[in-house]
Antibody, heavy 118, light 112 residues
């Protein structure tokens, strides 16, 4: 059974930082492109960014609103995906989901809530 | 960015009846590799989204055959042959043709 478990969410002040983790099991993590998608309270889905598998270059792509502030990385030895979020803004408040596939077109985790508020 | 527009915004369906959701993209999703990168997701209340359909019409692992997808170019449709209580939630289409992947605004399906 494929499982994705996010962690690391919480309350942070504007301008602060947070690192989210996504532990993956049940599939060959090193072969998977991975994605972060977020959902603001009561809103729809917004793609945040993705990281390719190392054999495809391991490169990253980001949505414009987070480019330069967020960074995606992976540890294939630990089957874990990360999202480092810096210079957080109130509009980054959302549930953050990790998912397999370059667009989230695969398995999804249960999400972790990030609240940016003073 | 490609704009994805779903209709209707909400749908109330009697149990056992069919339902249909439309999704239109602002440009063709047919890639030069011959694939069309259109996906459908269901987000049940209080749950994370789950992939139902990939590349227009292929059902994802474990998805029952009451769900079917069709369409081409810029116009796509998700059909549920017989709606049951477990099908309640918000349905989203998504394009993976180019970056950034973008989602429709969602269609809320409820039971009458």
């Amino acid at each position: 059974e494929v499982q994705l478990v996010e962690s690391g969410g919480g309350l942070v002040k504007p301008g602060g930082s947070l690192r989210l983790s996504c532990a993956v099991s049940g599939l060959t993590f090193s072969n998977a492109w991975m994605t972060w998608v977020r959902q603001a309270p009561g809103r729809g889905l917004q793609w945040v960014g993705r990281i390719k598998k190392k054999s495809d270059g391991g490169t990253t792509d980001y949505a414009a609103p987070v480019e330069g502030r967020f960074s995606i990385s992976r540890d294939d030895s630990e089957n874990t995906l990360y999202l480092q979020m810096n210079s957080l803004k109130t509009e980054d408040t959302a549930v953050y989901y990790c998912a397999t596939g370059g667009g989230g077109n695969g398995y999804w985790g249960q999400g972790t809530l990030v609240t940016v508020s003073s | 960015d490609i704009v994805m527009t779903q209709t209707p915004n909400s749908l109330s369906v009697s149990p056992g009846q069919p339902a249909s959701i439309s999704c239109k993209s602002s440009q063709s999703l047919l890639h030069t590799d011959g694939k069309t990168y259109l996906y459908w997701f269901l987000q049940r209340p209080g749950q994370s989204p789950q992939l139902l359909i990939y590349e227009v019409s292929s059902r994802f692992s474990g998805v029952p055959d009451k769900f079917s997808g069709s369409g081409s170019g810029t116009d796509f449709t998700l059909k549920i042959s017989r709606v049951e209580a477990e099908d309640v939630g918000v349905y989203y289409c998504m394009q993976g043709y180019n970056l950034p992947p973008t989602f429709g605004q969602g269609t809320k399906v409820e039971i009458k």
